[in-house]
């Protein structure tokens, strides 16, 4: 009888253990009920908190228009700033500038689309705009903050109604900037959601983001080449708690700022998953000198890697004429569940799928509108945790014991570093 009861025991031990390990593999990480958004800062990057709970609040007129979101906006941030409560229901929004010392408060079942008119509207393709116009100067001291949890949280729409990139934060020139708890539902437009780009004062004077806290937000349907955040420039920069169902989640790449020699310092990534995509974690220096990149928690499920790094390369508007770097860089805890199907890579990577995989490359993804069929995506296996062509620079990484691997065929994955000379 004893016998009997610790064999009992052991399977229900077995059956709790197997059970919250499931459990632990389909948690959403981006849900605030599940990862704390706090703290804001990590590594000396990030949001330096500001207290709220003082400052008069205004309330937007339910489903209101951009135009008078934008009014709203100007009066509070010439009163000193406040909060700005958006309630539940639909808006169509459009290149919404968010001024200093505003904090924007969107309720829970929230959604927001782009008008059609923004088809024919010139400038930027973007839901919000933060120190992004020419000479705008400096933006300070913002939070955007969505309610709810993951089921109910404010969620912004993006369709392919153009062949424009559109964006949902389209970020510049902004010191001291939170953006919380938001969920996006794309069709493979062109751009990332979340863009980090300059402001430009003049012809020679170049701005741009510091001190920035992008945390708990999810995203679908994201294109290949692109994703959920894409940091172009930026100086302590924190991504936390961010998921991405195809593309990248978190595309670290100088490009836009190589023209003036300006590139980024002091990315922080904490707790990011990549989706049936083609990576949590992309590092693309370009041309110039950048700082570190710390990555401390990337997961990737059905993807093609975890993490990719790329040698840097001169471009003709680099205005350096060197190969880029990021110094003092380095990642840890990386796993990854492989999928033989799932993964997005574009035509042009299929050359580094081993040949022992090349036999999952599958059809073309069909929503993908890119003219260059090189850079057009299509399904394929999970290839390995860690893709690197490096020569310029390096990143301290994981050993490959230290690198935890699930999924499919695992015995087909000889390499979890797979190093391209």
């Not at 109910?152 to 993006?158: M, T």
């Not at 109604?161 to 970020?171: A, E, G, P, Q, T």
Request: glycine content about 8%; overall charge positive; aromatic content about 8%.
């Amino acid at each position: 009888m004893i016998k009997l009861k610790i064999v009992v025991f052991a399977i229900f031990c077995l059956f709790t253990i197997t059970t919250n390990i499931a459990q632990n593999n389909d948690q959403d990480i981006s849900d605030i009920e599940e990862s704390n958004p706090k703290p804001y800062r990590r590594e000396d990057a990030g949001y330096k908190e500001i207290n709220t709970s003082n400052l008069p609040v205004f309330k937007f007129k339910k489903r209101g228009t951009s135009d008078r979101l934008n009014a709203l906006i100007e009066k509070v941030s010439r009163k000193g700033g406040g909060i700005i409560q958006i309630p539940s229901g639909n808006y169509e929004f459009f290149q919404v500038k968010v001024k200093s010392n505003i904090h924007l408060r969107f309720e829970k079942n929230t959604v927001i689309k782009f008008p059609l008119s923004s088809i024919r509207a010139r400038g930027e393709k973007s839901f919000f705009m933060i120190g992004r116009l020419e000479d705008e100067g400096q933006i300070r001291n913002v939070s955007i903050i969505g309610e709810g949890n993951a089921q109910n949280r404010p969620k912004f729409i993006l369709k392919q109604i153009d062949l424009k990139h559109r964006r949902v934060f389209s970020i510049g020139r902004v010191e001291n900037l939170l953006i919380q708890n938001f969920t996006i539902d794309d069709e493979l437009t062109f751009g990332s959601s979340i863009a980090f780009n300059l402001q430009k004062n003049g012809k020679t004077n170049m701005h741009r983001a510091k001190n920035v806290t992008v945390t708990n937000i999810s995203m679908t349907g994201a294109d290949q080449g692109y994703g959920l955040a894409q940091t172009n420039v930026g100086e302590n920069i924190l991504l936390k708690n961010l998921v991405c169902e195809g593309g990248m989640t978190c595309r670290i790449e100088a490009h836009t700022g190589r023209k003036y020699n300006v590139g980024l310092d002091n990315i922080v990534i904490q707790n990011v998953v990549s989706k049936k995509g083609k990576a949590a974690v992309l590092l693309q220096p370009h041309s110039i000198i950048n700082g570190r990149v710390l990555v401390n928690g990337a997961k990737s499920i059905g993807s093609a890697w975890v993490v990719f790094l790329r040698e840097g390369f001169v471009a003709k508007d680099s205005k350096r004429r060197a190969k880029g770097v990021f110094y003092g860089s380095k990642m840890e805890n990386l796993s990854m569940k492989y999928s033989n199907s799932t993964a997005v890579l574009s035509q042009k990577n299929i050359k580094y799928v081993p040949e022992e995989l090349k036999k999952f490359v599958g059809k073309k993804v069909k929503k993908d509108k890119k003219k260059k069929k090189a850079e057009a995506g299509v399904y394929g296996p999970s290839v390995a945790p860690v893709f690197s062509n490096l020569k310029s620079y390096t990143v301290e990484l994981p050993s490959e014991d230290d690198i935890k691997v699930s999924g499919e065929d695992i015995n087909l994955r000889k390499q979890k570093i797979l190093v391209i000379k």
